[in-house]
């Protein structure tokens, strides 16, 4: 069987303050910008993964999702609960002093952990978890 990731979706308030992030701190490309019924997704991905999209949706985005459910998920969205998402990076403690110095708010500093990995976390402009991780040299 062939199968490989294409899309995955991350929930978002601010599509601007997102893109800021996104494009301008982590160097993703725009690949498509979407308006539709009062809602906008934009699609970023890494120019070495052209295979591979992350799209920026809004909260709650299904139509069919009631007017409760989207305050349900806009409340969840601030708490920064919905979503997480893990990067993979040759160099943590750069990746890292690049997005602190972009005013991210930091959940955790460059750790080497027990699994063999070192890693860093913070939260997007929208409170979503994002962890970057390096890999021991032996696997790169």
Not at 69 to 95: H, N, P, Q, W
Request: negative net charge.
């Amino acid at each position: 069987m062939d199968l490989k990731l294409s899309q995955c979706f991350i929930a978002v308030d601010d599509h601007d303050k997102a893109l800021a992030f996104y494009r301008d701190v982590l160097g993703l490309e725009v690949r498509n910008d979407v308006a539709f019924e009062g809602m906008r997704w934009v699609t970023v991905g890494f120019p070495l993964q052209p295979g591979v999209e992350i799209v920026l949706e809004p909260p709650a985005a299904n139509p069919d999702a009631s007017p409760a459910d989207k305050r349900a998920m806009a409340e969840l969205l601030a708490k920064g609960v919905l979503r997480g998402v893990i990067f993979s990076t040759a160099d943590c403690d750069a990746l890292f002093e690049r997005v602190r110095a972009s005013g991210a708010d930091v959940l955790q500093e460059p750790t080497d952990q027990s699994y063999g990995v070192r890693d860093c976390a913070f939260r997007d402009p929208a409170g979503n978890l994002l962890r970057f991780k390096e890999r021991p040299a032996a696997e790169r």
